[in-house]
């Protein structure tokens, strides 16, 4: 199977071991991924709270270059997941939107005619392998490590994906295939504060120490993440966070493509394992005895 | 709409259709009209206990004719689009949309909180997508940090040399190669701006 790979600026700098660990679950798995030829910024959230003509302009660009090409797109940041989806909903469903957007692409040669799918890994390697095929596949066995799965908020919201919008389940019953275990986490949907984290520190601090103290009074030896930004917060601001409420917290933040091409047999250093700040190696190494 | 101008000061009515076209673009947008009142918004907000007014408070102050209130609060800004009062809204009412709505109106119109730095954030992103059409995070957060506190960008240096060692800030900036198509189609949408401000 072939598809195209959108994947977005944060997979090109903090986010690299995402890029890395993807790249090398879908060569196992053998799906072939094509680097959208030129691909720009989605925008996010920044561009579309400020200017939606804008916002759904410069991701038509990407939406009109990945339809000529006719596969499915693949879009491991939730932020680009959403934003993508969005410009297709709203160019689709609103005539007055489609003209704005349509306005200012066509000039340039480029048209965006609805057919496309955009979609996340996590639902492309559950529904178009399968989490039995994917388990047949695994070399190694997940040993009962205690995992928080997280989803964050954008995969699952707003409209109705792939999984249930308040329980999803796709990511636990793919780890619980592949010998994990998965402790009860009801924040897997809360937000972790995303870009608050820069304009209202305080607040994305309260939220972090919050989704980090849920995972460790569950006994999660690690907290598994789907969004490049989700990674970031929880990871790179735990220092901060301990700092600020007296915490102690040293929990490995992992992006579930990089422990699932663990159980695929891939090499740490394939999946940007060495890229962690929070040292996940004592568990690499305990599970691959 | 024009049937309610009689009470309203022409600011408040100005703010008021400017909104309202803003709306009509999301889909199901005027379905804010429906709402009950429960709090469902409020009480699913991770972070309404940090606004100044609730998500449930800004609809009401809406219909009373506060807009002017609803942009001078930090609510619009502090909302982080997780979707989480969208998805449960018993009327069906899209929030977080109505929540962007707001901003684009609060920014077209230059209504802000005190004390308010997003709207350099978000100045400083959309300087930088348009010039190299992906965007930086280590400009972008620069660009930020000199906008606004320049002194405390000595404190992000220790997290910056952490990540710089492990390979996850770039030393290349990676950028499109068609710029001039990309920066097209954005002087193209904010040329039709100028001709028409309200849409």
């Not at chain 1, 959230?45 to 090409?69: F, W």
């Not at chain 1, 917290?249 to 700040?277: K, N, S, W």
Request: hydrophobic share 40%.
């Amino acid at each position: 199977m072939q598809y195209t790979y959108y994947p977005g600026c944060s997979l090109e700098s903090t986010s690299k071991a995402y890029d890395e660990s993807l790249k090398k679950v879908f060569e196992l798995l053998h799906l072939e991924l094509h680097e959208l030829p030129d691909w720009n910024c989605c925008g996010a959230t920044m561009y579309m709270s400020v200017d939606e003509t804008l916002a759904c302009s410069i991701s038509a660009r990407n939406l009109a270059i990945a339809e000529q090409l006719g596969k499915d797109v693949v879009a491991p940041c939730s932020s680009c997941y959403t934003i993508l989806s969005k410009t297709h909903r709203l160019m689709r469903d609103n005539a007055e939107v489609r003209k704005r957007v349509d306005d200012a692409i066509k000039p340039a040669g480029l048209s965006y005619n609805f057919s496309l799918r955009i979609r996340h890994p996590l639902d492309v390697l559950v529904n178009d392998i399968g989490v039995e095929i994917i388990r047949l596949q695994a070399r190694r066995d997940l040993n009962r490590l205690r995992i928080a799965n997280y989803y964050g908020c954008q995969i699952v919201r707003p409209e109705r994906g792939f999984d249930d919008r308040e329980n999803p389940t796709t990511m636990d019953n793919l780890f619980e295939a592949l010998g994990a275990v998965n402790v009860y986490f009801p924040m897997k949907v809360r937000c972790c504060g995303g870009m608050l984290m820069t304009t209202y520190p305080e607040i994305a601090l309260k939220l972090v120490k919050e989704l980090l103290e849920c995972a460790e009074e569950n006994d999660a030896e690690c907290i598994v993440t789907t969004c490049p930004l989700c990674q970031i917060n929880l990871e790179a601001y735990q220092g901060k966070v301990n700092a600020t409420f007296g915490t102690r917290f040293e929990l490995p933040i992992l992006f579930f493509t990089q422990l699932l091409g663990f159980a695929l047999g891939a090499h740490p250093m394939e999946l940007g394992f060495q890229r962690q700040l929070v040292s996940f190696n004592n568990f690499l190494e305990a599970l691959s005895q | 709409m024009a049937s309610h101008d009689y009470y309203m000061t022409k600011r408040e009515s100005d703010l008021r259709s400017a909104f309202l076209e803003q709306v009509q673009l999301v889909p199901d947008g005027m379905k804010i009209k429906q709402c009950i009142q429960c709090g469902t918004c409020t009480g699913s907000c991770p972070v309404s206990f940090a606004m100044d007014i609730t998500p449930r408070k800004t609809i009401a102050l809406f219909r009373a004719g506060e807009m002017e209130t609803i942009l001078r609060s930090n609510t619009i800004w502090v909302c982080a689009s997780c979707y989480a009062c969208t998805v449960r809204c018993p009327a069906g009412i899209k929030i977080t949309d109505t929540m962007y709505a707001f901003k684009r109106i609060a920014m077209e119109k230059k209504i802000y909180p005190k004390h308010f730095n997003i709207h350099a954030l978000s100045t400083a992103f959309i300087d930088i997508v348009n010039t190299f059409g992906r965007n930086q995070e280590v400009k972008l957060l620069m660009k930020f940090g000199m906008k606004t506190h320049p002194l405390k960008l000595f404190a992000q240096i220790p997290l910056g040399k952490r990540l710089h060692s492990k390979g996850r800030i770039p030393i290349k900036t990676s950028m499109i190669r068609d710029r001039k198509q990309l920066s097209e189609i954005i002087a193209r949408v904010l040329k039709k701006q100028e001709q028409h401000p309200q849409s």
